[in-house]
């Protein structure tokens, strides 16, 4: 298993011979929109050079779905599955009609699987009412990606039994997304070996300097994270 951040909460994972995708964010897109959130780390082109096999949208805001980043994955060539929830599902679809991608529509409670890799859609408490986290399973470890995210009940009886091997969640307690604090609260609770606190660093100056946790890794934006 290898695992990138691509800055923002995008990731790259690379497992069973297949590369996964999940809310990448490598434009400057956001910056047209609200000009005060211009991207702080210039864009890596080589990612935007990969022919993703599965690309998983948590929610539909603009750094999560980013239609300058997915126009460069979902081409007329691209065999993809693709896999989105509600609200963003059917704009992905007319946006890119022309592929030879399987769009999937993935709700909270939703599973699929692709060769060795299980995917699992759970809840995530944010300002798009049907943004999901979600659980990768590959090589025996479980890694749940929280997607924008408050702290809340209604997360933690979403999500499985199973161990989780290492949880990814923001930490800049704005835009409805936990603060350091609620984070490292929420990462204990999942009683994850590994804690990779990101959404820091692309529109401000956060770090993850007060974020807790005994299994902390700070990612760095462009290179593999290592467990």
Same mark, same amino acid.
């Not at 959130?37 to 539909?60: A, C, Q, W, Y």
């Given at each position: #298993?290898?695992?990138?951040? &691509?800055?923002?909460?995008?990731?790259? *994972?690379?497992?069973?011979?297949?590369?996964?995708?999940?809310?990448? !964010?490598?434009?400057?897109?956001?910056?047209?929109?609200?000009?005060?959130?211009?991207?702080?780390?210039?864009?890596?082109?080589? *990612?935007?050079?990969?022919?993703?096999? #599965?690309?998983?949208?948590?929610?539909?805001?603009?750094?999560?779905?980013?239609?300058?980043?997915?126009?460069?994955?979902?081409?007329?060539?691209?065999?993809?599955?693709? *896999?989105?929830?509600?609200?963003?599902?059917? @704009?992905?679809?007319?946006?890119?009609?022309?592929?030879?991608?399987?769009?999937?529509? *993935?709700?909270?409670?939703?599973?699929?699987?692709?060769?060795?890799?299980?995917?699992?859609?759970?809840?995530?408490?944010?300002?798009?009412?049907?943004?999901?986290?979600?659980? &990768?399973?590959?090589?025996?470890?479980?890694?749940?990606?929280?997607?924008?995210?408050?702290?809340?009940?209604?997360?933690?009886?979403?999500?499985?039994?199973?161990?989780? !091997?290492?949880?990814?969640?923001?930490?800049?307690?704005?835009?409805?997304?936990?603060? #350091?604090?609620?984070?490292?609260?929420?990462?204990?609770?999942?009683?994850? @070996?590994?804690?990779?606190?990101?959404?820091?660093?692309?529109?401000?100056?956060?770090?993850?300097?007060?974020?807790?946790?005994?299994?902390?890794?700070?990612?760095?934006? !462009?290179? @593999?994270?290592?467990?």
């Amino acid at each position: #298993m290898k695992i990138t951040w &691509l800055g923002q909460a995008g990731l790259l *994972f690379e497992t069973d011979g297949k590369k996964i995708v999940i809310d990448p !964010y490598l434009s400057d897109n956001v910056k047209n929109f609200e000009p005060e959130n211009g991207r702080r780390v210039p864009v890596d082109e080589k *990612f935007l050079e990969i022919s993703p096999d #599965m690309i998983l949208i948590t929610h539909n805001h603009l750094d999560h779905l980013d239609h300058e980043t997915l126009k460069y994955y979902l081409k007329e060539d691209s065999h993809a599955s693709v *896999f989105c929830p509600t609200g963003g599902y059917q @704009e992905l679809r007319r946006h890119y009609p022309n592929t030879h991608c399987n769009y999937i529509l *993935f709700n909270s409670g939703t599973a699929w699987t692709e060769g060795n890799v299980k995917i699992r859609a759970v809840t995530a408490e944010h300002s798009d009412p049907n943004a999901i986290g979600i659980i &990768l399973s590959s090589e025996g470890k479980n890694y749940y990606v929280t997607g924008d995210t408050l702290y809340s009940e209604r997360v933690f009886a979403s999500l499985p039994s199973d161990p989780i !091997y290492a949880v990814f969640l923001p930490c800049n307690g704005r835009g409805n997304n936990m603060n #350091m604090a609620d984070a490292a609260r929420f990462a204990k609770r999942t009683g994850a @070996e590994y804690a990779i606190p990101f959404h820091i660093g692309m529109f401000d100056s956060f770090t993850d300097e007060a974020f807790e946790h005994p299994g902390k890794i700070t990612p760095t934006i !462009y290179e @593999e994270i290592v467990f």
